[in-house]
Structure formats: structure tokens, C-alpha cells
């Protein structure tokens, strides 16, 4: 009796359907009747996070997925990705993607650069995608962790912070005086007088 109980919520319940990452309800109009904004649809976007359990560290950066279609007759471009300057730095698109009309796009390439926190996944980044003929589209794109169905994609680069010269492994040694920590000219350094 209790397996076939397991079963009563039949093969359309939430459980049995993929799962598609997105944020895209943001371009329903007011009345959430037409979807889509200046003719772009959205049908999925996420940004690919860590391995579970791990994180992103602060400065690196992550990749975005996203596909795209234009619902227009006329050809439009995605020309650039404007990140909340709170959560990351830029976007980098390797060169405008181009959108037929009916043709699902993809955006292969394109990372999301400079993050200002660490991800663990399930935080969320507010982007402004930039087209040519459909202007500025903003949506809020989950980070989603490398695990499950997305576990098979490229992991995030593991970009880091630019580190400082002391913590490149060529440490300035404390007890030798300079000319420019002592403020005395090159001929007067220990050194010099010593030799």
C-alpha cells in the first residue's frame, strides 16, 4: 500500500518534470499574460557555481548560461551584460551573439568576472542584457552548484584575487634598509659606505 501511494501524484507532478534554472518570470508583462520583453524570450538562465560543498572565492569568476529567443522578424544582437555592481565587477561576451528570428540562441563563452563575495550556489546576480534593436532587459539569474544534471559541464574558472608582491613568494627583507625606506640617497646606503 505505501509504494502505491508514492505514485498517486501521477507522471505531470512537479518531481517529474526537468528541472530549468531561471528567473525569466521577471519578463512577464503586468497582466502575466505575454512573456517576453521587446520581443526577447528567456526561456532559461543560470550561472554555473562550485561543486557542492565548495565555493567560488571572491574575485574569481563564474560562467553564465543562457538561451535566448528572439521572437521578432528582424534579426537583433546581444551586445554586452551589465552585472549589480554589488555582486560583480563585469560580464565578458567574447563577440555579439547573434539572434534569428525563432532560433533558439545560446551564449557560449561568457563569464561573469570579478565577483565581489564567494558563491556556494543558491545566491542569485540582477544582469542588464544589452541587445541592438530590443534595448536593456534585466533579469535576476540564480547561481546554481555544479551537481546533478549540471555536474557534466565545464567547472568555473578558479580565478583569484590579484595578489600583492609579498604574496607572490618575494618578500622584501625587514631588517635590509633602502633608499626609499630609510629616504637616504643611493650613495649614502649602508651598503655603499660598507663596500
Known amino acids: 500500500m505505501p509504494a502505491l501511494a508514492a505514485c498517486g501524484a501521477g507522471f505531470d507532478a512537479n518531481t517529474n518534470v526537468p528541472y530549468a534554472p531561471n528567473e525569466a518570470g521577471v519578463l512577464y508583462d503586468g497582466d502575466g499574460k505575454a512573456y517576453g520583453k521587446n520581443g526577447v524570450m528567456i526561456p532559461q538562465a543560470f550561472i554555473l557555481g562550485p561543486d557542492s560543498g565548495q565555493q567560488l572565492a571572491a574575485g574569481g569568476s563564474a560562467p553564465l548560461y543562457l538561451t535566448l529567443l528572439n521572437s521578432t522578424g528582424t534579426a537583433d544582437q546581444l551586445t554586452s551584460i551589465v552585472p549589480e555592481e554589488q555582486k560583480a565587477t563585469s ?105
Open 91 to 195: 560580464v565578458k561576451v567574447q563577440s555579439p551573439i547573434d539572434l534569428q528570428p525563432g532560433t533558439l540562441a545560446k551564449t557560449p563563452g561568457v563569464t561573469v568576472e570579478g565577483l565581489k563575495t564567494a558563491l556556494r550556489g543558491g545566491e542569485s546576480i540582477k544582469l542588464t542584457l544589452q541587445f541592438k534593436n530590443a534595448g536593456d532587459v534585466a533579469l535576476t539569474v540564480p547561481v546554481v552548484a555544479r551537481s546533478r544534471e549540471f555536474a557534466t559541464l565545464p567547472p568555473a574558472p578558479t580565478a583569484l584575487p590579484t595578489a600583492s608582491p609579498l604574496a607572490t613568494g618575494s618578500p622584501v627583507p625587514s631588517d635590509t634598509a633602502t633608499p626609499e625606506t630609510t629616504g637616504a640617497a643611493p650613495s649614502e646606503s649602508p651598503a655603499a659606505s660598507a663596500g
